[in-house]
């Protein structure tokens, strides 16, 4: 007995100094292979023969199988003899490793470690190795979780997915200008039942905010499980802010425990800061989008795929260079890591064509490539950096499910049915309610939803907080959600997009998994009509037969150019040249003044209709039109001797001496009076004081002659006789009367 004791306590004693020195074996972190890059695994298969359990128990034996990719190596520069593969003290005991090449020539290495003949040791869920370079000794640690671990024994644990946080903002309700400074009071509401260990948030604030008092990380106090941790936050505005769509990133670090061991997560928020945009020009808006693919990829399958940049903005963007980054179940084997794109003009567009190739084992329907674009632009005659980024979906079939169109029908997967924003459009400035109905396309219930708006350059929200929370949504169920936004003032004319990003979780038989859905909602925009007339300015007196200028200001008081402006008069009883006109495209913020030259052929009231239309920024015809009554006066005349004007006897008969001086417009001398004034007759007068002879005889040459030798006289000292029947002292009653000769005209 006391043999068998000592053989105990010897045994036991070897364990435990077997175990402080596997301890003692340094934890290499990311990093502690330089020169050959770093080496993760993106994902396992276990099996017990050729099938995979759904559990697995104390003493049960499987293989599993571990897929590693190291994004710095490929197959032409990787030997697994240079490596040593070690199973380090785990959840597992016994096994032996066997390691396979998977990626071909200069992909990135993707290799599979396969331990064989494991068994479950029942406690945890943890599978630890260790991959050594044997020529420097530099190792690096890997260790996964293996979900179906644990399942049938009792107290058995299972790893818990990682805490839902929802970040919020609240500050001044009024927008930030620029030079100003706001407290803000940053909000992170635990969600789940674990409690965040050792939370940091981090932010990082946009192109146009700065942080006071130099610290851009917080640590707080533990958070527990449905409580809020908040930090205070205080925001400053440059002197030129560039765009009133201002956002401070919020990122938050913390450690937990999953019921198995203790692991590390971080929730990551973009929080709108209302601004109002001085001195400074909007950045420009590139839109990233891909082609259509007629199926999900599947593993092992290849697909091309075209990446288009569009330059929704105003300037020109010079160099641009375009950089790609698939998600771990995807490679590119084309060479597009970096491409040069030639310059883009506002509204042009350049496309990228990508290979894609999906590794054999794919573990996630949610697959993406990050698609970044990086730029040079004038800024106010400054050369700027600029720089854009969008996360593309591509749709994959896991590996074990069936290919075809329909395959991702059997994952979670949330789709927008229908949305509303109140009308046909939007207009810029104005709050409207964005109403969802989102739908759980899947089979499998899903949880712990998250919800994270995005309204780029032209939406904010109207609250304090981008994102939403929704305990759960079982399969082909939905979800009603209204977004309180506003379109920024600054907002362009025509489609604009908000970004809607979908976090969730789900239990597919043992294995709890998490989800993504990355969707743009497009809404179109539209800059308020402010294109102004004023009343038209009319002169103080307006006479029969003389030009008259009407003038009607206007002012285009919107923030897009109106086109194709035209005005045209409507009247009766008015002679004008200029019936119509085309002024052409007014800018924002331009005014000035129509003129139309009027000329009114008959006296009194004289109704006018003015009609203005042009093209709004939306490219709708729009027309304007104003009624007007002017009032035309005969032209006044200065009375005969004795105070007498020339009858006018209706037959066209007028004063006989208008059309000898010259007609319409010319200068009258009175040889009694010595009064010069100008005359502006009536084409219908001039017509009918055309035919006078200005003598009884018209075959009196003589009287003629003296007529013409009369008028070219400056001053009328004396009176040739018989030349004017006008003279002084002569004798009205002589004259004779033009009513007793119908055939006389005067």
């Not at 001398?669 to 010595?674: D, E, I, K, V």
Request: glycine share 10%.
């Amino acid at each position: 007995m006391m043999r068998s004791a000592f053989f105990k306590r010897s045994a036991a004693l070897l364990c435990a100094v077997l175990l402080l020195f596997t301890l003692a074996i340094p934890a290499f972190a990311e990093g502690d292979l330089p020169e050959d890059g770093t080496f993760f695994a993106v994902g396992y298969r276990l099996s017990v023969g050729s099938s995979t359990p759904g559990r697995l128990g104390r003493g049960s034996t499987a293989d599993i199988t571990v897929t590693v990719k190291n994004v710095s190596l490929s197959a032409n520069t990787f030997s697994a003899d240079q490596y040593d593969f070690s199973k380090l003290i785990d959840s597992f005991s016994e096994g032996t490793a066997k390691v396979t090449t998977e990626s071909k020539g200069s992909d990135p290495l993707v290799i599979k470690v396969r331990f064989s003949r494991m068994k479950y040791s029942g406690s945890g869920q943890s599978l630890r190795f260790q991959i050594t370079r044997k020529d420097t000794g530099a190792s690096q640690l890997i260790e996964l979780t293996i979900a179906e671990a644990g399942g049938t024994d009792e107290g058995a644990s299972q790893p818990a997915p990682e805490p839902q946080v929802l970040v919020s903002c609240s500050g001044p309700q009024t927008p930030l200008e620029a030079g100003q400074e706001a407290e803000f009071t940053v909000s992170f509401r635990n969600l789940s039942d674990l409690e965040l260990k050792s939370p940091v948030a981090s932010f990082t604030p946009s192109e146009s905010l700065t942080i006071s008092g130099g610290s851009y990380s917080f640590l707080l106090d533990p958070i527990k499980a449905k409580q809020t941790g908040s930090v205070k936050v205080k925001l400053k505005a440059s002197d030129s802010i560039s765009s009133p769509a201002q956002s401070l990133q919020a990122d938050l670090k913390f450690t937990y425990f999953n019921n198995v061991s203790e692991a590390q997560a971080t929730a990551s928020d973009k929080l709108p800061i209302l601004t109002i945009a001085r001195g400074g020009e909007a950045p420009p808006v590139v839109l990233a989008s891909r082609s259509t693919l007629k199926k999900p990829i599947a593993a092992g399958e290849t697909a091309s795929l075209t990446v288009t940049f569009s330059n929704k903005g105003d300037v020109k963007l010079l160099s641009p260079v375009a950089s790609f980054t698939p998600s771990d179940a995807l490679l590119i084997e084309s060479d597009a890591g970096s491409v040069l794109l030639p310059d883009l003009d506002p509204g042009q567009t350049a496309s990228v064509s990508l290979t894609l190739r999906a590794l054999p084992e794919i573990s996630s329907a949610n697959q993406s490539i990050q698609a970044d674009l990086k730029f040079t632009y004038s800024a106010g005659g400054t050369m700027t950096q600029g720089s854009s980024s969008d996360r593309l979906s591509v749709p994959a079939n896991p590996t074990g499910s069936s290919s075809g169109e329909g395959a991702e029908a059997s994952v979670p997967h949330i789709v927008v049915s229908d949305f509303s924003y109140g009308g046909e459009s939007v207009d810029a400035g104005s709050n409207f309610d964005l109403k969802l109905h989102f739908e759980n396309k899947g089979s499998l219930p899903i949880e712990n939803i998250l919800l994270m708006v995005d309204g780029g350059e032209n939406f904010t929200l109207s609250g304090g907080s981008s994102s939403f929370f929704f305990a759960s949504l079982a399969p082909g169920a939905g979800q009603d959600q209204t977004l309180p936004l506003q379109a920024l003032p600054a907002a362009k004319s025509g489609a604009q997009s908000v970004a809607l990003s979908f976090k969730y979780e789900y239990v597919d038989g043992t294995k709890r998994g998490a989800g993504s859905e990355d969707i743009k909602l497009s809404m179109p925009v539209v800059q308020p009509d402010r294109f102004e007339i004023s009343s038209p300015q009319i002169p103080e007196s307006i006479n029969v037969g003389e030009e008259t200028v009407l003038t009607i200001p206007y002012v285009n008081k919107g923030k897009s150019e109106i086109a194709n402006v035209e005005a045209f008069v409507t009247a009766e009883n008015i002679d004008t040249p200029t019936k119509s006109q085309y002024i052409g495209n007014i800018a924002a913020g331009a005014g000035g003044n129509i003129g139309f030259v009027l000329t009114p052929e008959e006296s009194g009231p004289i109704p006018l209709v003015l009609k203005i239309t042009y093209e709004d920024s939306n490219e709708k015809v729009q027309e304007k039109e104003i009624s007007v009554e002017i009032f035309a006066e005969e032209l006044p005349m200065d009375p005969l001797p004795g105070g007498d004007l020339p009858p006018e006897d209706g037959e066209g008969n007028s004063f006989p001496w208008a059309p000898v001086l010259g007609g319409t417009g010319a200068a009258a001398l009175f040889a009694g009076g010595g009064v010069i004034f100008a005359l502006r007759g009536r084409k219908k007068k001039q017509q009918s004081a055309a035919s006078w002879s200005g003598w009884d005889d018209p075959n009196d040459e003589e009287a003629l002659a003296n007529w013409n030798e009369a008028a070219e006289e400056p001053e009328f000292s004396e009176d040739p006789e018989g030349s004017d029947p006008f003279r002084a002292g002569s004798d009205p009653d002589e004259w004779g009367d033009p009513e007793e000769d119908t055939e006389k005209e005067w």
